[in-house]
């Protein structure tokens, strides 16, 4: 059968790095109240120039390079992005523009920090029905720029960034061996809106509007619901945390995943995290700590890798897949 192997990853991040102390300067907060809550140290946050697509066009070229082809060798693009550069078009559209590729499909995903996982099954089911060979799939966001920055609860979580894969159609056997993704778990549930929403919009407000969370109750439904869609996603493949190499979880807060980890019986030696460095980046956040244990070597060849996240709405889901 056909499988959806990751041929390439890449990323960017903008130039300035704000840190939790930098962040005391400008709203009643602190480290120690930050790191304690939340693990997050540091953040990247989009100066000017640097948009959504600017972002996501770098982090397509990074990973282009890695999978040594070129925008030519690609027939879709999908951007998972809450952050987009227009109302329209499609950030993906301006992409595909920035990258010279005049062939072709490209369209946006709109599912939060969910977005990269529900973008990766798309683009899965895209190359598994045989309409495209290549697909580049982006998790890009300038959430800096939707922030309440009076807002201590929320400005101090989140982050700016973009991370990409090239994935490719690749024959193979049809077990759970195989190389690629092998499964998706997705799911949403619109009566939780009013917990992690954004209080303006085109058809609403005519405005932008800011970000707006009911933390603990974000927290409270977290664990429960991420559990719900990897156990699926294990059941459908046959397979168990046990066979489980890496667990690539949305990089929301640390002590959501030291507790989704816990109840599966992960330990946190196989789960990837990079919060500290870069924050929440939204639908950014899974392909950043992807690209990076790739990079550093964490993430080998063959390697069993779990993706997981939930965002506003709420959605949530998981993608299981061989390196």
Same mark, same amino acid.
């Given at each position: 059968?056909?499988?959806?192997?990751?041929?390439?990853?890449?990323?960017?991040?903008?130039?300035?790095?704000?840190?939790?102390?930098?962040?005391? +300067?400008?709203?009643?907060?602190?480290?120690?109240?930050?790191?304690?809550?939340?693990?997050?140290?540091?953040?990247?946050?989009?100066?000017?120039?640097?948009?959504?697509?600017?972002?996501?066009?770098?982090?397509?070229?990074?990973?282009?390079?890695?999978?040594?082809?070129?925008?030519?060798?690609?027939?879709?693009?999908?951007?998972?992005?809450? *952050?987009?550069? $227009?109302?329209?078009?499609?950030?993906?559209?301006?992409?595909?523009?920035?990258?010279?590729?005049?062939?072709?499909?490209?369209?946006?995903?709109?599912?939060?920090?969910?977005?990269?996982?529900?973008?990766?099954? *798309?683009?899965?089911?895209?190359?598994?029905?045989?309409?495209?060979?290549?697909?580049?799939?982006?998790?890009?966001?300038?959430?800096?720029?939707?922030?309440?920055?009076?807002?201590?609860?929320?400005?101090?979580?989140?982050?700016? #960034?973009?991370?990409?894969?090239?994935?490719?159609?690749?024959?193979?056997?049809?077990?759970?061996?195989?190389? #690629?993704?092998?499964?998706?778990?997705?799911?949403?549930?619109?009566?939780?809106?009013? +917990?992690?929403?954004?209080?303006?919009?085109?058809?609403?407000?005519?405005?932008?509007?800011?970000?707006?969370?009911?933390?603990?109750?974000?927290?409270?439904?977290?664990?429960?619901?991420?559990?719900?869609?990897?156990?699926?996603?294990?059941?459908?493949?046959?397979?168990?945390?046990?066979?489980?190499?890496?667990?690539?979880?949305?990089?929301? $807060?640390?002590?959501?995943?030291?507790?989704?980890?816990?109840?599966? #019986?992960?330990?946190?030696?196989?789960?990837?995290?990079?919060?500290?460095?870069?924050?929440?980046?939204?639908?950014?956040?899974?392909?950043?700590?992807?690209?990076?244990?790739?990079?550093?070597?964490?993430? +080998?060849?063959?390697?069993?890798?779990?993706?997981?996240?939930?965002?506003?709405?709420?959605?949530?889901?998981?993608?299981?897949?061989?390196?």
């Amino acid at each position: 059968m056909i499988r959806a192997v990751v041929r390439g990853f890449g990323t960017a991040l903008p130039k300035q790095v704000v840190t939790n102390q930098d962040l005391e +300067k400008r709203v009643d907060t602190s480290d120690e109240w930050i790191v304690q809550r939340t693990g997050i140290r540091q953040r990247y946050i989009a100066g000017e120039g640097e948009t959504t697509a600017s972002l996501g066009a770098d982090a397509a070229r990074a990973a282009l390079a890695n999978a040594g082809l070129t925008a030519d060798d690609i027939d879709l693009i999908i951007v998972a992005t809450s *952050t987009p550069d $227009n109302t329209f078009p499609a950030t993906a559209v301006n992409i595909q523009n920035r990258l010279g590729m005049h062939h072709g499909f490209a369209f946006d995903v709109q599912a939060v920090c969910s977005g990269f996982v529900f973008a990766m099954a *798309t683009a899965d089911g895209y190359i598994r029905g045989g309409m495209v060979r290549r697909a580049l799939v982006i998790g890009a966001e300038t959430f800096s720029r939707i922030l309440d920055w009076s807002d201590r609860t929320t400005c101090v979580l989140f982050g700016d #960034g973009a991370g990409a894969v090239v994935l490719e159609a690749t024959e193979q056997p049809g077990t759970c061996a195989d190389r #690629g993704i092998l499964t998706a778990s997705l799911r949403s549930d619109g009566a939780h809106k009013e +917990k992690l929403y954004v209080d303006g919009g085109p058809s609403t407000t005519g405005t932008v509007g800011h970000l707006r969370m009911e933390g603990r109750e974000v927290f409270k439904h977290a664990v429960g619901m991420i559990t719900d869609v990897i156990v699926s996603a294990f059941e459908a493949t046959g397979t168990t945390a046990d066979d489980l190499d890496w667990l690539v979880p949305h990089q929301a $807060n640390r002590r959501i995943i030291e507790g989704s980890a816990k109840k599966l #019986g992960i330990p946190m030696e196989k789960v990837v995290v990079t919060v500290d460095l870069h924050g929440n980046t939204s639908a950014a956040s899974i392909p950043l700590a992807l690209a990076t244990a790739a990079a550093d070597g964490r993430i +080998k060849k063959g390697d069993l890798v779990m993706l997981e996240a939930m965002g506003g709405g709420f959605t949530w889901g998981a993608v299981l897949l061989r390196w």
